[in-house]
């Protein structure tokens, strides 16, 4: 089994910063694909930015210029700098790992949610 525990996060004002970062924990041969994703409410939940194995980013239009994933392959993390930030970032924040099991399973985990509030 792998647990993604996520941390930061909380409130932030327009204009400014936030980090968050999730840590994989369990039987991890190897992660694959890392990403965050958000839900705001009311809406579906999407992707904000990923990041694979050898450090190629992706980001969403929304958050692009404004917003860094990186990750340390041998600490298991995965992290998110967000600057610039605006109310419309306001959403829960969720990591995602494509994990590689010593089983050689691979399996798509998710972390719990972290709550980012940006006030106007």
Sequence with gaps: QVQLVESGGGLGQTGGSLGLSCAASGMISRINR???????P??????VADI??????NYSDSVKGRFTISRDNAK???????????PE???VYYCNANVLSW???T?????????VTVSS
């Design 89 to 91: 970032d306001t959403a």
């Design 107 to 115: 399996t798509n985990y998710w972390g719990q949610g972290t709550q």
């Design 52 to 57: 694979t194995r050898s450090g190629s980013t």
């Design 34 to 40: 890392m990403a965050w994703y958000r839900q705001a």
């Design 42 to 47: 009311g809406k579906q939940r999407e992707v």
């Design 76 to 86: 298991n993390t995965v992290s998110l700098q967000m600057n610039s930030l605006k």
């Design 103 to 105: 089983s050689g399973s």
